[in-house]
């Protein structure tokens, strides 16, 4: 079974500097992994994703993210946060076998604010 | 171009009724799906389509809960019944195929209240 774990219900950054929002996951095969906005009384917005290759992987909106697989982590980062990027942040993955149909299983959530 | 749409966006209806949520996929994908958000949390899956066939309803929590998309584009989920504890808001998602690597796209959600 797969599993994603976002450890911080909230995290709190000033307007200019870097953030960091925490993701663990766990899967039997290799994962696909995913990072997704959602702003209030929104649907989820796509912002980035992890396949294969390059373990620093580029998103919108000037957020990236670094895939370690000793440590099954996705860490969402952005290296000055805008009062703009707060909103809930959803870290989600998909366990790949042969290929295929795989689900998608999303963590519980982390809620950015950035204070101006 | 257009993203996924849901329609209503709100409904509210009483405890016993029945209700259907409708959802508009990205044109030309093959792939929907359905997932369902309680307050405080990620969305669940529910049901995924390939085409006009369910490929996969394991995350539909009892036999209350069904849908349909009977030309492959268009998705309805139909809840019969309702009880309060159905209260969330409904997302729909799209992707081009059901290939892991393709993201999925989610349009705005229905959220339904069961007074």
């Known amino acids: 079974a797969q599993s994603v774990a976002q450890p911080e219900d909230q995290v709190n950054v000033a307007e200019g500097n870097p953030l960091t929002v925490k993701c663990t996951y766990s899967v039997s095969g290799n994962p696909y992994l995913f990072w997704y906005v959602q702003y209030p009384n929104r649907g989820l917005q796509f912002l980035l994703k992890?396949?294969?290759?390059?373990?620093l992987v580029k998103g919108s909106y000037g957020f990236e993210a670094e895939f370690n697989k000793s440590q099954t982590s996705f860490h969402l980062k952005k290296p000055s946060a805008l009062v703009s990027d707060s909103a809930l942040y959803f870290c989600a993955v998909r366990d790949l076998f042969s290929g295929g149909y795989q689900k998608v299983t999303f963590g519980t959530g982390t809620k950015l604010q950035v204070i101006p | 171009g257009a993203g996924v749409s849901q329609t209503p966006s709100n409904k509210v209806t009483e405890k016993g009724k029945y209700v259907e949520l409708r959802c508009d996929p990205i044109s030309g994908h093959t792939a929907l799906y359905w997932y369902r958000q309680s307050l405080g949390q990620g969305p669940e899956f529910l049901i995924y389509?390939?085409?006009?066939?369910?490929?996969?309803d394991s995350g539909l929590p009892n036999d209350r809960f069904f849908a349909v998309r009977p030309e492959g584009s268009v998705s309805t989920l139909k809840i019969q019944r309702t009880e309060r504890g159905d209260s969330a808001v409904y997302l729909c998602a799209s992707s081009l195929t059901p290939d892991g690597t393709d993201t999925q796209y989610f349009g705005p959600g229905t959220r339904l209240t069961v007074l």
């Open positions: 992890y396949i294969t290759g390059d373990n």
């Open positions: 389509f390939q085409g006009t066939g369910a490929a996969d």
